[in-house]
């Protein structure tokens, strides 16, 4: 018998020869209809009729149980075959390393796949009471299921057991814990553990022991606590390990070898935990934790970056390094800004601000949207100019000790290795990789044992003239993605890209933050004294500003390279009052006089005017005042007459009168 479609077949040469019908019977019920003929004969070679059984009249259908005893067995493979559906979602687990906790090999994967779409296909026909009967005839079969679950093999590749009890099992399991009883323990189940949870966190304590044991020294450590020479305990709850709970199934000692006690410390999960637990913070964190990936900005001033930084030679005088600060433009790796002193203090920070909003100012370009500090030295000026909105949009404040993070310490690596270390002699670390990178010290065998002697020593001068060329190198050398910007330099892709939305410079407000301040006073209504130099008041109406009977005021001013002041501002208090200008002095002698000179004049006699006109639009007027009289005055009143009043008895009482009997009486 075989199955056509999904019905169970069998041919007009096995009923015959079987016995089971003659061939004038087999055509003339045929030719009645009296069962189905799935597949006609002849034609091409080999074809033959199939008669469907199920569609043979009952006493054909017993002959053919009798004769073909395997027939039950054809159809129960039949019906699996025909109901047979691949699960997507077996086909989902597998194939993900994220959902099934391993990696697997794709044919692996794929057989797993399999046995998941044959189990499904057989727990369907069992929960299926009704075709289970009239498959088997009763009750679910166990031995028929599993022997024709031998016969799918060839079929679908399958690798599930062919023993029933076996198999039986098998179907329990899948029904209990669904896929990841299919996988192998060689794959990561947890059934192939070799030791049970408790003892692989036993063995990760003992390795994250502050004195960080090999891990020969661990298993030594372990045989020690399971054999009762050492005890173990919580530090935390100071709760005591106990031996008896490390025991094999006899009851023994857990015994491992040190191959065992290797793979479970190096164990991706179990490594990370270890490092975490016997690193310092910031190494986890920049060798070991997850980072952030992030791309450049497209626009210049988009985002600067600052950070300080050791000069790498040393002092003469000092045997020190300077220190240096400097600001990135991150777009283009521009050095934007920088600034030196003898000590990382807060004017190494305000003299760096001025030379970038110098440079900012001399090339017209707007204050940055967005500055990348570090906490160190900035996180005074936290809420106060380096507070967003203030001086700049945004400000980002890094994490401390997360030196990755701040795009200035990828730039001055940059500039030391690529320009640094070409110009000049010394430049590298001593603990380097690459040789070419590695410096060399000679120590100083004294009573400290800690001193190394320098090949050579530098003045100041030296040092900051060799820094500021080399920082002129590093801004005029190619950019470094040439993909992007083919042939142009870091200074060109500043110029090019600038932001077009940045916002001008408030240079009252740099003028304020990191500018120059000196105490003066507003003289005459019209000019104050700084640095030796009358700087007049833009418009007279700035006094109107002024706190009553005060004209003292803090003036600010900015200074370009060579100190010569360029912008001057007072304010009083948080009051800002005015931009003051310097208009000079002419010569008075007529003639001498120059060209400026007369420029001068003319620029003092406008200031001197529009005081007037600002006098006489604001004149007072005039009132006249005359002396009040306040003498009593006489007023005529015209006599009245009074008429006189009616006579009516009246009761008099005398002064010699006793009122207390009086008052006796009238009681």
């Known amino acids: 018998m075989e199955y056509y479609g999904d019905r169970l077949c069998i041919s007009m040469r096995d009923l015959v020869d079987g016995g089971i019908m003659s061939e004038p019977?087999?055509?003339?019920?045929?030719?009645?209809?009296?069962?189905?003929?799935?597949r006609r004969g002849g034609g091409s070679a080999g074809c033959y009729a199939l008669v469907a059984v199920d569609s043979l009249p009952q006493r054909y259908q017993d002959r053919v149980k009798e004769v073909y005893p395997g027939g039950a067995q054809a159809r129960l493979e039949g019906w699996i075959k025909s109901n047979y559906e691949v699960d997507q979602k077996a086909t989902a687990f597998f194939f993900s390393k994220e959902k099934c906790g391993v990696a697997l090999p794709p044919e692996k994967a794929k057989e797993y796949v399999t046995n998941a779409s044959v189990l499904n296909t057989c727990i369907r026909l069992y929960?299926?009471?009704a075709t289970a009967q009239k498959l088997f005839g009763g009750k679910y079969d166990w031995t028929m299921m599993a022997a024709t679950i031998e016969v799918l093999r060839k079929h679908f590749g399958h690798t599930l057991p062919a023993s029933t009890l076996r198999f039986r099992k098998k179907v329990n399991e899948y029904k209990a814990n669904g896929y990841p009883c299919l996988i192998s323990g060689k794959f990561g189940n947890q059934?192939?553990?070799?030791?049970?949870?408790?003892?692989?966190?036993?063995?990760?304590?003992?390795?994250?022991?502050?004195?960080?044991?090999w891990n020969t020294n661990v298993l030594e450590l372990y045989n020690s606590f399971v054999t009762g020479e050492l005890d173990v305990y919580d530090p935390e709850t100071g709760e005591m390990f106990n031996p008896d709970d490390f025991t094999d199934k006899n009851g023994e000692p857990m015994v491992l070898s040190e191959a065992t006690i290797t793979n479970y410390l190096n164990k991706p999960k179990n490594r990370m935990l270890i490092d975490k637990a016997t690193m310092s913070y910031t190494a986890f964190m920049h060798e070991v934790m997850p980072h952030m990936h992030r791309h450049r900005p497209e626009f210049s001033l988009s985002k600067v970056s600052f950070d300080d930084r050791d000069l790498p030679r040393k002092l003469k005088d000092s045997r020190q390094r300077p220190k240096a600060y400097y600001a990135y433009d991150v777009a283009s790796d521009c050095c934007i800004g920088y600034a030196y002193n003898r000590a990382k203090n807060v004017d190494l920070v305000v003299d760096m601000f001025r030379n970038m909003f110098r440079l900012l100012d001399r090339q017209g370009w707007g204050c940055p949207a967005e500055v990348e500090v570090e906490n160190h030295l900035m996180s005074q000026w936290r809420d106060s100019f380096l507070r967003a909105g203030v001086m700049f949009p945004f400000v980002r404040f890094c994490a401390p000790m997360n030196s990755q993070e701040k795009h200035a310490e990828h730039r001055n690596r940059s500039k030391k290795v690529s320009i640094e270390h070409k110009n000049h002699v010394g430049i590298g670390r001593f603990y380097a990789k690459s040789r070419q990178y590695r410096t060399e010290s000679n120590k100083v065998f004294d009573e400290f044992n800690n001193t190394y002697e320098e090949k050579e020593y530098y003045t100041w001068d030296e040092l900051i003239a060799d820094d500021m060329r080399d920082i002129y190198e590093y801004n005029h050398a190619l950019h470094p993605n040439q993909k992007k910007y083919k042939g142009m330099t870091r200074w060109d892709v500043l110029v090019a890209n600038i932001n077009p939305m940045l916002h001008p410079l408030d240079k009252a407000t740099i003028a304020r933050r990191v500018g120059e301040k000196v105490g003066t006073t507003i003289r005459r209504n019209s000019y104050c004294r700084v640095a030796g130099e009358d700087w007049w008041l833009s418009k007279t109406e700035a006094i109107e500003l002024l706190a009553p009977n005060d004209y003292k005021v803090e003036a600010y001013y900015l200074t370009d390279e060579e100190g010569k002041i360029t912008d001057m501002f007072i304010y009083q208090g948080d009051m800002y009052i005015d931009r003051l200008e310097n208009i000079g002095t002419?010569?008075?002698?007529?003639?001498?006089?120059?060209e400026r000179d007369e420029k001068i004049f003319v620029e003092q006699r406008k200031k001197i005017s529009r005081f007037n006109k600002y006098v006489e639009d604001n004149a007072i007027g005039r009132v006249g005042v005359t002396e009040r009289d306040t003498r009593p005055q006489t007023v005529e009143v015209e006599e009245v007459a009074v008429p006189e009043p009616e006579t009516r008895e009246t009761q008099e009482y005398g002064l010699s009168e006793d009122y207390a009997a009086r008052a006796l009486q009238d009681l």
């Open 127 to 129: 929960d299926r009471a």
């Open 586 to 594: 002419f010569n008075t002698a007529r003639a001498e006089q120059t």
């Open 25 to 38: 019977n087999y055509k003339q019920l045929a030719a009645r209809g009296r069962f189905d003929v799935v």
């Open 191 to 213: 059934c192939a553990r070799k030791v049970d949870y408790r003892t692989e966190r036993l063995i990760l304590g003992i390795a994250i022991l502050p004195n960080k044991p």
